[in-house]
C-alpha cells in the first residue's frame, strides 16, 4: 500500500501486523498513527492486538500431544475442502 493514500481502517487492519512488527517505512507508520489518534475503533482493535502478541511472545510453548495434533488437522482440512 503507498503510504501517500489517506488511511482508512480497512488500509489499517491490512498493515496492523507489520506496523505491530515494527516492519514499516517511517512515512506509513506515521500516517497509520495519525490515523489511530482519530480513530477509536482502530485504537481498540491496536491495542489489544499489541496486548495479545505481547503475551503470546511471553508465554512459554507446549507442544500438543500427537493424537491432538491430528484432529486438529483434520478439522481444519474439512474447514478449508468446504472453501
Not at 9 to 22: A, M, P, T, V, W
Not at 28 to 47: G, I, M, Q, T, Y
Request: net charge negative; aromatic share 8%; glycine share 2%.
Amino acid at each position: 500500500m503507498s503510504s501517500k493514500k489517506k488511511i482508512t481502517c480497512k488500509n489499517f487492519l491490512e498493515d496492523l501486523s507489520d506496523y505491530i512488527d515494527g516492519g514499516i517505512e517511517t512515512e506509513l507508520r506515521v500516517s497509520l498513527e495519525a490515523h489511530l489518534a482519530k480513530c477509536p475503533n482502530c485504537w481498540v482493535v491496536f491495542d489489544e492486538t499489541r496486548k495479545t502478541v505481547e503475551i503470546f511472545q511471553n508465554v512459554e510453548c507446549h507442544p500438543l500431544p500427537q493424537d491432538v495434533h491430528q484432529r486438529l488437522l483434520t478439522v481444519l482440512e474439512k474447514s478449508w475442502k468446504r472453501e
